[in-house]
């Protein structure tokens, strides 16, 4: 019922900051958690931040916990990904996605879509 779309991607360089956007269509964002995710070419996907349906409890992958920053905004039926100090191994598509709880399995989440392209060069 809730539709995504991911923005916000780009070349940057190592120490650089970005800030992702998961913009949601549909009447019940409020009533999912939502996570973000990361895969890059050969690779499985990997689990990167999710928030609770409220926004009181975020969690993080350890690869990126106290770089990242997961934040939603309902009355926007938005939900965001604030990277700092990005590294080389950050390189990868960036997608959203909703799940009942904030998990940190990727299996947990509904669909994972194209997202958007996140590459940070040395």
């Known amino acids: 019922q809730v539709q995504l779309v991911e923005s916000g991607g780009g070349l940057v360089q190592a120490g650089d900051s970005l800030r992702l956007s998961c913009a949601a269509s549909g009447r019940a964002f409020s009533s999912y958690a939502m996570g973000w995710s990361r895969q890059a070419p050969g690779k499985e996907r990997e689990f990167v931040a999710a928030i609770s349906r409220s926004g009181g409890s975020t969690v993080y992958a350890d690869s990126v916990k106290g770089r990242f920053t997961i934040s939603r905004d309902n009355a926007k039926n938005t939900v965001y990904l604030q990277m700092n100090s990005l590294k080389p191994e950050d390189t990868a598509v960036y997608s959203c996605?909703?799940?009942?709880?904030?998990?940190?399995?990727?299996?947990?989440?509904?669909?994972w879509g194209p997202g958007t392209q996140v590459t940070v060069s040395s």
């Open positions: 996605a909703s799940a009942t709880w904030a998990a940190t399995n990727v299996r947990a989440y509904d669909h």
